[in-house]
């Protein structure tokens, strides 16, 4: 079975790629939440632990922490994100942990004796996405967990809650800079796009390489037939394609390292 099905995920790639390598793509839109964006506000209605909050009221800092029940790292930040509900509470703090799983999954999550002692702060689900789509994927952010800190209904900071503390402090205190948070924050992000970018550009010349070399063709005959003679037909190709693949991959690399 999982040889069938590696056999026609090949085949299909074989059909889907080009002859020739496709023009570049145009570089990502900037993000259109950002720091110092205006917070939109949260459309959330499955509140599983403590009341919901009012959004986004004067005076008040809200950390808005995008988590899920199957995160790692969201379950190890969660005594963290617990201490500072707890210890930033008189001071306005309201933490609020979003997860887009259906509220039965992150009730019965909740209910374990464990995450009854090491999540106790406002925790909400999000199955329709609908505030997911605001910030997550407004912001360009694609992992989890991911912390959104709003200070009179603007966006003050994103970035990882484990790294939260200071600018937190700060944000509390009324000493934050959110002008040169927003070009830190922003630079990075246009650094990532663009290293994600020429990975993607070796990617393509890697698989380029491969089907214009016939390694990918004979291999997605050998696994579909299961015949010696196919298979010796994909092993005369594999020196080939492995020598052009790697050829491929060093001028990338000689790319990225120029770019």
């Known amino acids: 079975m999982m040889t069938l099905l590696l056999a026609e995920i090949l085949s299909q790639a074989q059909v889907a790629a080009p002859a020739q390598r496709a023009p570049a793509q145009p570089a990502p839109a900037a993000p259109a939440l950002t720091i110092g964006s205006k917070a939109p506000l949260p459309e959330i209605s499955d509140f599983i632990r403590g009341d919901k909050p009012t959004f986004f009221e004067p005076g008040k800092v809200y950390v808005?922490?995008?988590?899920?029940?199957?995160?790692?790292?969201?379950?190890?930040?969660?005594?963290?994100?617990?201490?500072?509900?707890?210890?930033m509470k008189p001071k306005g703090v309201v933490v609020v942990g979003i997860s887009d799983e259906k509220p039965d999954t992150v009730r019965s999550f909740l209910e374990k004796d464990e995450w009854k002692q090491k999540a106790r702060y406002i925790l909400a689900t999000d199955p329709d996405r609908s505030t997911q789509r605001d910030y997550m994927e407004a912001a360009g952010q694609n992992g989890i967990p991911t912390a959104f800190i709003v200070k009179e209904g603007v966006v003050q900071w994103i970035g990882h809650p484990m790294e939260m503390d200071e600018p937190l402090a700060k944000i509390v205190a009324g000493t934050w800079d959110p002008k040169a948070a927003k070009q830190g924050f922003e630079d990075e992000a246009a650094e990532q796009m663009?290293?994600?970018?020429?990975?993607?550009?070796?990617?393509?010349?890697?698989?380029?390489?491969?089907?214009?070399?016939?390694f990918f063709t004979g291999l997605t005959a050998a696994l579909a037939t299961g015949l010696v003679a196919a298979f010796a037909a994909w092993a005369t190709a594999l020196t080939a394609g492995v020598l052009a693949i790697f050829s491929a991959m060093i001028l990338s690399s000689r790319k990225l390292k120029i770019g």
Request: charged content about 20%; overall charge neutral.
């Open 194 to 214: 663009k290293v994600m970018a020429k990975q993607n550009a070796i990617t393509t010349d890697f698989f380029a390489a491969g089907f214009a070399a016939g």
């Open 64 to 87: 808005l922490e995008f988590w899920a029940t199957w995160c790692g790292p969201c379950r190890q930040g969660m005594p963290h994100l617990t201490k500072v509900a707890e210890e």
